[in-house]
């Protein structure tokens, strides 16, 4: 229970830290490099194919047939 509590606060809190980092982007007119870090790193992030497994977990949570 503590380790989802642990994930959904660093998921709730980077997200935060992205958005404002976004908004800071677009709205204030002397937004600097962090910022820009900020937004471009949640950005890459985001495109990790966090949904792929291992091929030897894959084979054995389909089976062999596949």
Do not use: I, Y
């Amino acid at each position: 229970m503590a380790g989802r509590t642990v994930r959904w606060g660093a998921a709730v809190g980077f997200g935060a830290l992205w958005w404002w980092s976004v908004l800071r982007l677009s709205l204030v007119p002397d937004a600097g490099v962090l910022e820009g870090a900020v937004a471009a790193g949640g950005w890459g992030l985001s495109l990790l194919p966090v949904h792929c497994v291992p091929k030897a977990r894959a084979v054995r949570a389909t089976g062999s047939d596949r």
